[in-house]
């Protein structure tokens, strides 16, 4: 999965994720404003911040906030978005999770949301996130996850595999710049070697309606079927995690997001 191949994709997408109801009201926004608890005197750094949700909802809080992302059709959309709602503080810049552009010890707060799933090098993403927060300052993160036994009991490690290729061969279907959704115990493990001590973690269900799933992605047609067949296909493990539902011909499914918080040690 090369990284042209994400600014292609959300390039072309761009505008859907400004109006995106899970990018844009996703309940994790509110809670990660919650968790971290922002100061008024701090500099924070929103990282592939898409169409700028996330930089957005902390901006009141800080007294500056840079979003940050690859891909410059997406940074458009934030633009549109502070002059919408008034931040002055929110400023955009072009950047690599995994080779940021800013000095050392820059920021007291990095965020990155719905996003490291697209990353090639999640422990390049962490160091460059450690190496960028102030001693002390704080990460937080919400990514989807795939099957574990934390999220997904009752099936042997073999079976979670499985369901962990079968979500992660799905999600690649209707995105082709989908990477990996790492499992939650690889995220802690990550975290903890890349110098981030861990403060809290939580999972929170997202349901998803899958027309409108597919509708933001710009699902080629001929692809929708084939998503929806996936779903009504899956595994026991698999259906367990996605719990699809089909009433009246309107199909959803749950993802499980990770929202963990750590500060640089």
Not at 25 to 42: C, D, E, F, I, N
Not at 66 to 72: E, N, R
Not at 78 to 88: I, M
Request: aromatic share 6%; with cysteine.
């Amino acid at each position: 999965m090369s990284k042209e191949l994400v600014q292609q994709q959300f390039g072309a997408n761009a505008a859907a994720y400004l109006t995106s109801t899970v990018h844009a009201k996703g309940a994790s926004l509110a809670r990660l404003v919650k968790l971290v608890q922002p100061q008024g005197t701090w500099v924070a750094l929103d990282v592939a911040t898409g169409a700028g949700h996330t930089a957005a909802v902390f901006a009141p809080h800080v007294a500056k906030v840079v979003a940050s992302d690859l891909t410059p059709e997406m940074l458009e959309q934030v633009k549109k978005l502070a002059a919408e709602k008034s931040l002055g503080n929110m400023e955009t810049a072009i950047a690599d999770a995994e080779a940021l552009p800013f000095p050392d010890q820059s920021f007291d707060l990095v965020t990155c949301r719905i996003a490291p799933h697209h990353f090639p090098d999640i422990a390049k993403f962490l160091a460059e996130v450690r190496r960028v927060l102030k001693p002390g300052g704080t990460f937080a993160l919400v990514d989807n996850v795939s099957p574990d036994s934390e999220t997904t009991p009752g099936f042997t490690a073999a079976e979670l595999s499985a369901a962990a290729d079968g979500y992660n061969a799905f999600e690649k279907l209707r995105d082709p710049s989908h990477g990996r959704a790492l499992p939650t115990a690889e995220w802690l493990q990550l975290m903890a070697k890349a110098g981030l001590k861990l403060v809290h973690t939580e999972h929170a269900p997202k349901g998803m309606d899958f027309q409108s799933w597919v509708k933001t992605m710009n699902v080629p047609a001929d692809v929708v079927p084939r998503l929806a067949a996936m779903l009504d296909g899956a595994s026991p493990a698999l259906a367990a995690f996605l719990k699809p539902t089909n009433a009246d011909g309107k199909r959803g499914f749950t993802l499980d997001e990770l929202i963990a918080i750590a500060r640089r040690a």
